[in-house]
């Protein structure tokens, strides 16, 4: 049986940063290339919009007044639709902070 051929360690740790370098160029790569783009715009409803925008101004009055503190709650009671605008104020919102 022929002799098996002695590498050092030298070349052991070579090859693991080399591997180790190409996976993370890799990852880096993979990320930038999947980063999400802006969402396109979807249709929202006249009664949603307005509701929108009336939670809109309460935040921005709120802020006028210097109430960063506090904390503002919106309810609304629905009457048989299926509309409830949670998407579109979850990502108004989102974009204001």
């Not at 049986?1 to 080399?18: C, D, F």
Request: hydrophobic residues 35%.
């Amino acid at each position: 049986m022929p002799e098996p051929i002695r590498t050092s360690r030298r070349t052991w740790v070579a090859a693991w940063v080399v591997l180790c370098a190409a996976g993370l160029v890799a990852t880096a790569g993979l990320n930038a290339s999947t980063a999400p783009g802006p969402r396109p715009e979807r249709p929202v409803s006249a009664e949603c919009a307005e509701y929108v925008a009336d939670i809109e101004r309460q935040v921005a009055e709120a802020r006028q007044k210097g109430e960063r503190d506090r904390v503002l709650v919106f309810s609304r009671v629905q009457n048989g639709t299926d509309d409830d605008c949670g998407e579109e104020l979850r990502d108004r919102l989102r974009d204001d902070r």
